[in-house]
């Protein structure tokens, strides 16, 4: 199959169909090339009209698509379904292993042919008050069926699994225990790894998130840890999923002194994309003790006048140890007050590419941490394929400047939208930003409606005398539009991305 941008998947079928987990299909090669997002400040040199605008993800009309209907998903302060969990599409159908409290963790399975729709099927293979007529994968009513338990389950499809009972990875938290890890064939029946049956793989809290790194070949995690603000997120890695190594053995990722005084780091799922590591850390609204020793009692006491909403950010980062946020905080999955989901949100570990678009699976809950009893359901909001963010121009003409890029062909892909009178047109400049002779703004053909993949281009169809430049720039114009991303064609495979620290500590 060939693909519109090299090395570039754009569809969930290529990965879906190749059998390869969904951090590959999200991430890119492990070297490049990778869409230029405009997340990264090394993509834009100089600009001048336009601004960096960051996009919530849009919730879908059918939400919430899956809700408690079954017994077991309604004994708990938490009462339903929610996405503590994982969501990835596989062999036609979506697939998803989510979160119950009921006296205790439980993971439930449901498929999907469409991602709105979702079957419970009644598995028969965990025991709950005698009976095995239920969706439970892992159950703390049934430990001996699976030697653990499990809270936040994160699912991986294992990169080249040679054992074929070792397909699956399923990693999470077991509260005898901690971090544990468990293996299936075939997503539904577990074994937990004995070498985890009375050791974590590392020291954490409760809240642990897994997931496969193309970018190092490794496995990583982050977890719940905390500083002076209260709950934080530290990371860990590992080559084989069993031995675990800390960068450092505390908090990479915190409230800081943009966030008000009552913000916490719940906990932060995160996934490889495009080069770039993006976390969606559930932020806390809670106040947090100020002086003197920790204790669960005083813990409480300075979260009982604070929001204790539970709201979902945006975060990047290239080593996942220094990450970046918009410095506004915005809501990157909004609650809704008074709704469903008006009071807590919690997402599964990445997104599933739907055609041209990521839908993000989420929890919902219509109260807030400490109550005594909240509702809680499953939705999904949608985000245009690497719409994070844009560089957008109004109604007066702005234009932005590339990085250098080692390309050989006259040619960009870009994904952008225009309004109806609005237009993206180019032109190729030299390290000294004049204009390549035969490329100027004049000579591209300007683009104008609303694509993820549209190939940019000039009148001049290759370099004169096929004289490529040793790299170039692109200066973007825009009137009444906006660029989400850009990929030259034909970069020079000799000189990969810029792409540290993704082996570091491997």
């Not at 999907?112 to 892992?138: R, Y």
């Not at 293996?183 to 020291?203: I, K, M, Q």
């Not at 990521?358 to 400490?370: P, R, V």
């Amino acid at each position: 199959m060939a693909l519109p941008w090299p090395g570039a998947a754009w569809a969930g079928d290529v990965a879906a169909a190749s059998g390869e987990p969904v951090e590959v299909e999200l991430s890119g090669p492990p070297r490049g090339p990778w869409r230029r997002l405009f997340l990264d400040a090394t993509v834009v040199e100089a600009q001048q009209g336009v601004s960096r605008v960051f996009h919530p993800a849009a919730k879908h009309p059918a939400n919430p698509v899956v809700r408690r209907d079954r017994p077991w998903e309604a004994v708990s302060a938490i009462t339903g379904p929610y996405v503590y969990g994982t969501v990835f599409r596989e062999g036609g159908r979506f697939r998803l292993w989510y979160e119950i409290h009921n006296r205790g963790s439980h993971t439930g399975y449901a498929e999907s042919a469409d991602g709105l729709n979702w079957n419970k099927p009644n598995l028969g293979l965990i025991n709950v008050n005698g009976s095995k007529e239920n969706n439970l994968v892992i159950s703390v009513f049934d430990r001996a069926a699976t030697g653990g338990g499990c809270h936040n389950a994160s699912v991986i499809r294992c990169p080249d699994a040679t054992d074929a009972q070792k397909r699956y990875a399923l990693f999470g938290f077991d509260r005898e225990v901690g971090a544990r890890v468990a293996y299936s064939p075939d997503g539904l029946r577990w074994r937990f790894a004995p070498e985890t049956a009375s050791r974590p793989l590392f020291s954490s809290s409760d809240v642990v998130n897994f997931f496969y790194d193309p970018l190092g070949a490794r496995y990583a995690a982050t977890w719940k840890t905390r500083n002076r603000r209260g709950r934080a997120v530290g990371v860990a890695w590992s080559k084989d999923g069993l031995n675990w190594t800390k960068p450092f053995d505390g908090p990479v990722f915190v409230a800081d002194d943009l966030d008000p005084d009552a913000t916490q780091i719940y906990g932060m799922p995160v996934f490889p994309y495009q080069g770039l590591y993006i976390g969606l850390p559930w932020m806390y609204l809670a106040r947090y003790f100020k002086y003197g020793g920790y204790t669960t009692q005083r813990m409480y006491e300075a979260q009982e006048d604070s929001p204790r909403a539970m709201e979902v950010q945006l975060a990047w980062s290239w080593d996942l140890v220094n990450w970046t946020r918009p410095p506004e905080r915005p809501q990157f999955i909004g609650r809704t007050p008074g709704q469903w989901d008006g009071g807590m949100i919690v997402t599964a570990r990445a997104p599933v590419l739907v055609g041209n678009e990521l839908w993000f699976y989420y929890g919902g809950c219509d109260g807030f941490h400490d109550d005594p009893r909240v509702n809680a359901a499953i939705g999904v909001a949608v985000l245009r394929l690497d719409g994070f963010c844009s560089m957008r121009a109004g109604a007066t003409e702005g234009w932005l400047i590339s990085r250098r890029e080692p390309a050989r062909e006259p040619v960009v892909t870009i994904n952008a939208r225009t309004e109806r009178d609005g237009y993206v047109v180019a032109e190729l400049l030299d390290r000294k930003n004049r204009v390549l002779p035969g490329f100027s703004r004049n000579e591209c053909v300007p683009f104008n409606g609303d694509a993820v993949r549209h190939e940019l281009r000039w009148k001049n169809a290759q370099f004169p005398d096929g004289r490529a430049p040793a790299d170039y720039k692109i200066r973007f114009w825009l009137k009444n539009a906006e660029l989400f991303s850009y990929l030259p064609r034909g970069l020079d495979p000799s000189q990969p991305d810029f792409a540290p620290q993704h082996h570091i500590g491997t």
